[in-house]
């Protein structure tokens, strides 16, 4: 449910920054989604989408880092020391639109490597704004391109596309939420050696559909967690 849930959880104001029509109140309530809402899971998350962004615009490299750490598992190195910013416009003072920008850095051999792994993810979720509103036209008005194509050659063109993508990847996810529910239950980075106790976990969650409850109980009864020392 956290990547492919088909309700969210929503008061008046919040329902009318996310386009859901016929909320009333300030009190939160769970509504069911229709299929082709763009809303369920954590991409569709107002909070996520305005914290990988930046105050004035959309980041497709913060989105699609984030994906790659929180999701995948699969964070990317630093960048290299001394990128410069973006050029927001051309010579002839036309506004760039974010794609046009980002080739900037996929020219760079030396940045091209992360970039095609972070861009596509963070280009796929180019239809929310810096708050998280859906739109068609970017900050520079034009029209969104959400499409891309992954490492392997998987193509995606819209945050439909890539949460059935991450879904298709459910293993990967359950190893990188049980590592960081697991690191905040023993209050400590997760090491080489608690890489049994995490694979133990997610074999037991994968028989039961990768429940929530079934990670938690996994953590709660490992070895990691079960051994874990108190600090004085």
């Known amino acids: 449910d956290l990547l492919g849930a088909n309700y969210t959880f929503v008061n008046e104001r919040l329902a009318r920054h996310y386009g859901l029509p016929g909320v009333y109140g300030s009190h939160f309530r769970r509504i069911t989604l229709g299929e082709d809402s763009v809303r369920g899971g954590l991409l569709g998350q107002g909070s996520i989408l305005t914290l990988t962004s930046y105050a004035t615009r959309t980041s497709p490299v913060v989105r699609g880092k984030w994906i790659l750490e929180n999701i995948l598992g699969a964070p990317p190195p630093p960048p290299p020391p001394n990128v410069p910013a973006l050029r927001d416009t051309t010579s002839e003072g036309k ?37 998280g509103q859906w739109r068609t036209r970017s900050e520079a008005g034009d029209p969104i391109d959400p499409g891309g194509v992954l490492p392997d050659g998987t193509e995606i063109d819209g945050v439909q596309a890539l949460r059935r993508v991450l879904l298709s990847r459910a293993d990967q996810f359950s190893t990188t939420l049980t590592e960081k529910l697991l690191s905040y239950a023993v209050g400590r980075e997760v090491g080489y050696y608690d890489r049994p106790a995490v694979r133990a976990v997610t074999r037991a969650a994968a028989r039961d559909h990768y429940r929530f409850s079934s990670l938690v109980v996994g953590i709660v009864t490992s070895v990691p967690f079960q051994m874990r020392v108190k600090n004085e």
């Open 95 to 131: 506004v760039l639109s974010m794609r046009e920008r980002m080739v900037q850095h996929r020219a760079n051999p030396v940045c091209a490597a992360c970039h095609m792994r972070m861009d596509p993810l963070g280009f796929a979720l180019e239809n929310f704004d810096a708050v």
